[in-house]
């Protein structure tokens, strides 16, 4: 076989060797460069060299000791992140060892020389010259201490407020004393509320109702105030406070003596209702038998501190549910709203913890679409803190019960002002689905949820919810001082759920004015008990 290049380089012939003359031809490309390639091609490799060039220098500088050449320096840096690996740290292996260990609460028992702030820490680190294990050690016994103090620090918090919110202020229990002699001296202190000619409007629906219930007088004439002051249309408000027998005689007396014409305003007590006087009443038999279960598996408040294992925010949770409010049969009564007002077609309830600052007529213009509870949800909003409730944050999905029948990230809802349709309600079976799955928390030992009565409610009103404007609803003024007294002012009506209650004094003073602007402080009732503004 024999080769033939033209001059040109254009052709190449090939000639097979047996003589026979058969060739292939294959032209060539142009030889010529073009000048824009040249170009392209200068400004590459002016940029690859000043690539090296950097990482050399960066190389230098880090201090790497390991002796490496430009290009091995260049392959070592580049080489990992493109096969996809990570690079090594430069962290000591020990030290990883050490302070992935478990901590153990007698690790730094009976040390005293551990540091107590980083600056210690440091000094010690700088004195001694220690090796990478030593530092390690040091570090490890500092953050262990530190936590064990953090831990106690925030279940001491939490005992104190817990020990603060579920305590009745001298002034408060001043106040009911002194309603409680007017209305056994003074005959205007005992006034029919509302008088014979309104009594009428009671079961009229034509009216706007709304339900309190409440055995805190002060933080019942706050709603009742702020309610009516609001109001458009006063005359056509009525509300129905309930209350206990003990706190019937002063909060008929406070509302006797300062009425809040032209609103109608009834004050009844619980025993006083036709359908509790009558036979077994669930609502005190699952009271009953709740307290029985706590006192038995909870162990008061010390116990429950005591406990070393637990995080701080389960002991928290834990001490909330021994408040005495979720064993309040004022709590748990408004389940019961269509027999206690079988006259009604639609009510609003409201919470003793909440400002109205609108007028809430408008929520009798909602349409609920056939269902029961008109609330707000609370798993999305501005608020990430607060707006953040779904199932999983009341209910144990840890319990194959709960697991098989809801889902964990349903979002959660608000009770403190709920439109009820009680038309709705009593067709619908939310009532007995309530007192089921409150009898069958009580054999699992309330393992299912541990506090209050929303649980219960979110799982008997599931199905039943319809939501509205957030606008109608702030939440969280009680437990977190991160709402802002101009985004609170903002809000329909504001609800200061939590331990944070505007009448104790671990209520957060930027927002209690929000509350106490409905107090007149010159009230001689008010002053007598010295009960003041801030």
Not at 7 to 13: A, D, F, I, N
Not at 106 to 129: C, H, N, Y
Not at 262 to 284: C, R, T
């Amino acid at each position: 076989m024999q080769l033939h290049i033209s001059p040109s380089l254009r052709h190449v012939t090939v000639l097979p060797g047996k003589g026979v003359r058969e060739f292939i031809k294959v032209k060539i490309g142009s030889r010529r460069v073009s000048y824009r390639m040249l170009f392209y091609s200068l400004l590459f490799c002016t940029f690859l060299v000043r690539f090296v060039f950097v990482l050399s220098a960066v190389d230098s500088i880090d201090g790497d000791h390991s002796k490496c050449s430009t290009i091995g320096c260049l392959g070592k840096r580049i080489g990992p992140r493109i096969l996809g690996r990570r690079i090594e740290s430069n962290v000591p292996e020990v030290i990883y060892q050490i302070l992935d260990k478990p901590a153990s609460k007698d690790e730094v028992k009976g040390k005293a020389d551990i540091p107590q702030t980083l600056e210690e820490f440091m000094a010690e680190m700088k004195e001694s010259r220690s090796d990478a294990k030593t530092f390690a050690l040091r570090l490890r016994e500092m953050i262990v201490l530190l936590e064990q103090r953090t831990r106690t620090a925030k279940i001491q918090e939490y005992l104190y407020r817990h020990v603060a919110s579920s305590s009745i202020p001298k002034q408060l229990h001043c106040l009911a004393l002194k309603l409680a002699n007017e209305h056994s001296n003074n005959a205007a202190a005992r006034l029919q509320l509302p008088s014979a000619e309104l009594v009428p409007a009671l079961v009229d629906n034509s009216y706007f109702h709304f339900v309190l219930a409440s055995d805190n007088v002060l933080a019942a004439s706050v709603v009742a105030t702020s309610l009516v002051k609001n109001a458009l249309r006063p005359e056509k408000f009525v509300l129905h406070i309930i209350t206990d027998r003990k706190t019937y005689s002063p909060m008929q007396a406070w509302f006797s003596l300062h009425p809040l014409e032209p609103a109608i305003i009834e004050v009844k007590a619980l025993h006083q209702f036709d359908w509790l006087s009558k036979g077994k009443v669930p609502v005190l038999e699952a009271m009953e038998k709740d307290q029985r279960v706590r006192s038995q598996f909870r162990g008061g408040s010390s116990a429950i501190v005591a406990n070393n294992t637990e995080k701080p925010q389960v002991i928290a949770a834990k001490l909330q549910a021994l408040s005495p409010k979720y064993n309040s049969l004022m709590n748990h009564i408004r389940i019961h709203l269509p027999e206690l007002f079988p006259s009604l077609n639609k009510v609003v309830f409201l919470d003793d913890d909440v400002v109205i600052q609108t007028d809430l007529s408008p929520l009798w213009d909602i349409d609920m679409n056939g269902k029961v509870n008109g609330a707000v949800e609370t798993c999305r909003g501005e608020d990430s803190f607060v707006m953040s409730k779904r199932f999983k944050s009341y209910l144990n999905f840890s319990h194959p019960l709960i697991a098989k029948n809801f889902d964990p990230n349903e979002c959660a809802w608000a009770y403190g002002m709920n439109i009820f349709d009680l038309e709705a309600w009593r067709k619908s079976n939310i009532t007995l689905t309530y007192y089921h799955w409150l009898e069958e928390n009580l054999k699992s030992d309330l393992s299912l949820w541990q506090l209050g009565t929303l649980p219960p409610g979110l799982i008997s009103f599931h199905g039943h919810v319809h939501v509205i404007d957030p606008f109608w609803h702030m939440l969280g003024l009680g437990y977190q001082d991160n709402t802002t007294l101009a985004d609170a002012e903002t809000a329909g009506v504001i609800h200061f759920n939590g331990r944070a209650k505007p009448w104790l004094d671990i209520a957060f003073p930027q927002l209690r004015p929000l509350w106490a602007k409905y107090i007149d402080f010159s009230d001689k009732f008010i002053k007598g008990c010295h009960i003041r503004a801030s």
